[in-house]
């Protein structure tokens, strides 16, 4: 529509042409403040990216997570949180936290994880033998 046909002239005219556009279609923010947030710390962080799934405690303040029965500990601020959901935090780290009311009532660390996974398939494995006859 310019006659524009060179790679010279189009650059020649596009400085005034985004002017025009910018111009045209251009709306006012209806908020001049900023409307990003500061970043969350990485300790926030870790929490907003991790997996999470809910539980419900067990009378006897345990939950079952990942194949494992995990003992909550009692505490002064809650007597009792039997049958209360809880959310359970499995981190980037390898270690579980489990939530109550946006408190950490317990952390297991990776190793501790690791442990009581390794206790639990050493577990599997003897009940498998004791149920395989001996000529096995």
Same mark, same amino acid.
């Given at each position: 529509?310019?006659?524009? %046909? %060179?790679?010279?002239?189009? +650059? ?10 910018? %111009? ?19 300790r926030e962080l870790d929490r907003i990216l ?11 303040? %345990? ?15 809650y007597a009792s949180i039997a049958k209360q ?24 660390t990776e190793k501790a994880v690791e442990r ?11 009940? +498998? ?8």
């Amino acid at each position: 529509m310019k006659g524009i %046909t %060179t790679k010279e002239q189009a +650059n020649k005219f596009l400085p005034g042409f985004l002017k025009q556009i910018n %111009t045209s279609f251009t709306v006012p923010a209806q908020e001049a403040e900023s409307v990003f947030r500061v970043s969350p710390r990485a300790r926030e962080l870790d929490r907003i990216l991790c997996l999470k799934e809910t539980r419900v405690v067990n009378s006897d303040h %345990t939950i079952s997570y990942d194949g494992l029965i995990l003992q909550l500990p009692r505490s002064s601020k809650y007597a009792s949180i039997a049958k209360q959901r809880v959310e359970v935090l499995q981190l980037k780290d390898g270690s579980v936290e489990i939530v109550y009311k946006k408190q950490v009532i317990e952390r297991f660390t990776e190793k501790a994880v690791e442990r009581m996974m390794k206790g639990k398939a050493r577990q599997r494995s003897e009940a +498998n033998a004791a149920v395989l006859p001996a000529d096995h």
